[in-house]
T-cell receptor, first 113, second 111 residues
Framework: GAVVSQHPSRVICKSGTSVKIECRSL??????MFWYRQFPKQSLMLMAT?????????EQGVEKDKFLINHASLTLSTLTVTSAHPEDSSFYICSTGLNTEAFFGQGTRLTVV | QKEVEQNSGPLSVPEGAIASLNCTYSDRGSQSFFWYRQYSGKSPELIMSIYSNGDKEDGRFTAQLNKASQYVSLLIRDSQPSDSATYLC???????????FGSGTQLTVLP
């Protein structure tokens, strides 16, 4: 299966600061990446679809100005949580696909204090 | 709204027993189905994929799909304590790239 590397695995930041999460596909070119958020004991909720060379597509209720997505190359997509607040504390996971299957990054545990 | 429904559990089975996990989906256009295992604090890992009606076996795992009933299941034979995790059912519709996930079933295998 495909290898997707996500960094950092864990970050603690102060309220009001911004955090950047990187997601890299290591062994194939990913034109599309997906960003999910998962709160404790809940399922993965799709936040946005990142498209290489074009604007990301955001799901309803997700603020595009708060969650900035950049997909400048075929191997790297980044999610920046701007002006983070404690309610943004969550587990963020990126994913991309190969054939019909989805492969996930290791996830980033964000804690905003 | 496209939905994937799972019993959240928790489901407890003794070691060596068969664990049965169930999932229903509402979108009849769904064509691909997946079972992921997620340990606490980790990202999901793919256990099984199934695309056609019937059973698909891989080691101790068997996925079952019934498109008429819009039902997918996962059987884990000879359950081990290391199988204790949350199991996520997911579907993909047609040419869509993204998956729709169920809420997950927490499984505990008791030694």
């Amino acid at each position: 299966g495909a290898v997707v590397s996500q960094h950092p695995s864990r970050v603690i930041c102060k309220s009001g600061t911004s955090v950047k999460i990187e997601c890299r596909s290591l062994d194939f070119q990913a034109t599309t990446m997906f960003w999910y958020r998962q709160f404790p004991k809940q399922s993965l909720m799709l936040m946005a679809t990142s498209n290489e060379g074009s604007k990301a597509t955001y799901e309803q209720g997700v603020e595009k100005d708060k969650f900035l997505i950049n997909h400048a190359s075929l191997t790297l997509s980044t999610l920046t949580v701007t002006s983070a607040h404690p309610e943004d504390s969550s587990f963020y996971i990126c994913s991309t696909g190969l054939n019909t299957e989805a492969f996930f990054g290791q996830g980033t545990r964000l804690t905003v204090v | 709204q496209k939905e994937v429904e799972q019993n959240s559990g928790p489901l407890s089975v003794p070691e060596g027993a068969i664990a049965s996990l169930n999932c229903t989906y509402s979108d009849r256009g769904s064509q691909s189905f997946f079972w992921y295992r997620q340990y606490s604090g980790k990202s999901p890992e793919l256990i099984m994929s199934i695309y056609s009606n019937g059973d698909k076996e891989d080691g101790r795992f068997t996925a079952q799909l019934n498109k008429a009933s819009q039902y997918v299941s996962l059987l884990i034979r000879d359950s081990q304590p290391s199988d204790s995790a949350t199991y996520l059912c997911a579907s993909r519709s047609g040419s869509a790239r993204q998956l729709t996930f169920g809420s997950g079933t927490q499984l505990t295998v008791l030694p």
